[in-house]
């Protein structure tokens, strides 16, 4: 069995939707909007934000559970989608209610973390703009907030911008 940690759209993504998965918390590393989709979720003249995880606080997210028959194929397909050259697949230990457990995890590579004020207003509006091929960046926040309310998490961050998109 092996355990891929998620923390943004793929919380609710149908690669991993159909593993068990229970809540889990990564200590360290915090949500952050540092990396932008340019196809996905936005396009290259409005790449969307998206979340990466860079240094310090903690991060609650979810622990899949991928049986070992498919672990070849979903690592494949994530490491495609999330290994481009802005994460690196890193091995963590994440707290779960049952104790830590050994997982994958994809960390922002450039490791800087947010500003201690983010600009929500300019973030808000970056997401409102963006539109790709998976869709809005509002439904990319949505993604997120519904994942994390699914399993009984809170993120102040993400609460606030989805508070901000919905409004």
């Not at 707290?95 to 973390?113: F, I, L, Q």
């Not at 207003?121 to 309310?149: D, F, M, N, Q």
């Amino acid at each position: 069995m092996d355990c891929v940690f998620a923390y943004g759209s793929l919380m609710g993504d149908a690669l991993l939707t159909r593993y068990a998965a229970r809540p889990a918390r990564l200590q360290g590393y915090h949500r952050a909007f540092t990396h932008e989709s340019p196809k996905r979720w936005g396009q290259p003249t409005q790449p969307c934000p998206i979340v990466g995880l860079v240094a310090g606080g903690e991060c609650w997210g979810l622990l899949f559970e991928i049986p070992r028959e498919d672990r070849g194929s979903v690592l494949r397909k994530l490491e495609r989608r999330e290994g481009a050259s802005e994460k690196r697949c890193e091995t963590r230990m994440v707290e779960t209610p049952d104790g830590p457990v050994e997982a994958r995890v994809w960390v922002s590579a450039n490791g800087r973390g947010q500003p201690p004020e983010i600009d929500l207003p300019g973030l808000e509006a970056r997401l409102r703009a963006a539109h790709g091929v998976v869709g809005t960046g509002t439904e990319y926040v949505r993604t997120i907030v519904h994942a994390l309310e699914l399993h009984g998490l809170r993120d102040p961050m993400v609460d606030e911008l989805w508070k901000r998109l919905r409004g």
